[in-house]
C-alpha cells in the first residue's frame, strides 16, 4: 500500500508544479490523482494514510487557482490571493484530516496534510503559525514522504529560529544525494540567504537556481528575484509565537507552492480578512489532537 500512496503523491505533485515545460501546472494529472485516491479511500475507509494523503492533495490542490498570473507567471504562496483559494476543497480536506487524527494511527501523509490545513487556515500569509507547523515538522513521523519534506521543514526554522539557524540544517541536508545540487536546495539557500540579508550570495544561488531547473515558470520567477535583490529592502523575519493548529508545501511550506511541502515562498499581505478562516472555515488544533490520540 505504500508503494501506491507514493505513486500517486508523485503524480499529483508532478501535475501541481510540472518538473520541466512552459507551464507550472499540469491539472490534468492533479485531477486523476485526486481521482484515483477518492476510490481508494472509498475501498479502504479506515486506512488513515489513505484519508491523510487525499486531504493533502485537496488542501493543496485547493491553492491552485491563485498560483499563476494571468501570463502564467509564477505567484508564490507569500503573494497569492487567498480569496481565490478553493473554500470547498479547503473544508473538505480539514473535515477528513480532522477526522483521521483523531481515529488512526497517525503516519507522514497525515501528518503533511495538518500542515497545509494550518497554512490553508491563515487568512493572511502574516498569520501562518509557523511555531505549530515546524512543531509537526519535529514530530516523530512526519519523516517522510520525501526530501523535499526535508525542504518545507527548514523553511518552518527559517520561520521560527531565523536564517542563520535554517541554514546551517540546510547545509546538513544536502548530505543527502538526493538534494545534493537540487534546484529547490539552492532556490531555499537563496531564499534564506535573502532573509538574512547577504543580497549578493542571494542573487547568485537564485541565478544558480534558475539555471538549473526545466520548468520555464520556475526560471522566470527565479531570475526575477535574482533582479529584486538588487533593490531588495531587509529581509523577513523570523515569525512571532502564535496559537492555532499547525499546517505545508505542501502540501507544505511550499518554496513554489508544491504538494509535497516543498515550495518555500513568500507571501503577500491580504487585508480585510478574506482567507478562508474569515469564510467560516475551522480547523482543530492538530498538536492538541495527535496528543490524545
Do not use: C
Not at 488513515?48 to 487557482?65: F, H, K, S
Not at 505549530?132 to 519523516?143: S, W
Not at 550570495?201 to 541565478?207: L, T, V
Request: no cysteine.
Amino acid at each position: 500500500m505504500g508503494a501506491v500512496l507514493h505513486v500517486l503523491y508523485l503524480i499529483f505533485n508532478e501535475g501541481y508544479t510540472a518538473s520541466s515545460g512552459s507551464a507550472l501546472q499540469r491539472v490534468e494529472l492533479t485531477t486523476e490523482a485526486i481521482r484515483l485516491t477518492r476510490q481508494l479511500r472509498d475501498r479502504l475507509p479506515a486506512d488513515g494514510e489513505v484519508a491523510g494523503l487525499l486531504a493533502l492533495m485537496l488542501l493543496t490542490d485547493a491553492r491552485r487557482p491563485a498560483r499563476t498570473r494571468s501570463d502564467g507567471a509564477l505567484v508564490p504562496l507569500a503573494e497569492q490571493d487567498r480569496r481565490r483559494w478553493d473554500a470547498r476543497a479547503i473544508a473538505e480536506g480539514a473535515s477528513l484530516i480532522t477526522e483521521t487524527l483523531a481515529s488512526a494511527p497517525v503516519g507522514p501523509y497525515q501528518l503533511q496534510a495538518a500542515i497545509a490545513a494550518v497554512h490553508d487556515e491563515a487568512a493572511r500569509f502574516e498569520d501562518t503559525d509557523w511555531r505549530q507547523i515546524l512543531g509537526l515538522y519535529e514530530l516523530p513521523n512526519a519523516t517522510g514522504p520525501g526530501p523535499m519534506v526535508t525542504l518545507n521543514r527548514i523553511v518552518a526554522v527559517a520561520m521560527v529560529h531565523g536564517p542563520q539557524a535554517a541554514l546551517h540544517q540546510l547545509a546538513a541536508a544536502e548530505t543527502d544525494p538526493a538534494l545534493a545540487g537540487h534546484h529547490r536546495a539552492e532556490a531555499v539557500r537563496a531564499h534564506l540567504l535573502d532573509m538574512a540579508g547577504d543580497r549578493e550570495a542571494a542573487r547568485a544561488h537564485y541565478r544558480l537556481a534558475a539555471r538549473r531547473t526545466l520548468s520555464v515558470p520556475e526560471q522566470r520567477y527565479l531570475d526575477s528575484r535574482a533582479a529584486q535583490t538588487q533593490a531588495a529592502e531587509p529581509g523577513l523575519t523570523a515569525a512571532p509565537a502564535r496559537s492555532g493548529w499547525v499546517e505545508r508545501h505542501g502540501v507544505g511550506w511550499q518554496i513554489y507552492g508544491h504538494a509535497s511541502p516543498v515550495r518555500a515562498q513568500f507571501s503577500e499581505d491580504h487585508s480585510q480578512g478574506e482567507g478562508p478562516v474569515a469564510r467560516g472555515i475551522q480547523t482543530p488544533r492538530a498538536l492538541e489532537v495527535l496528543r490524545r490520540a
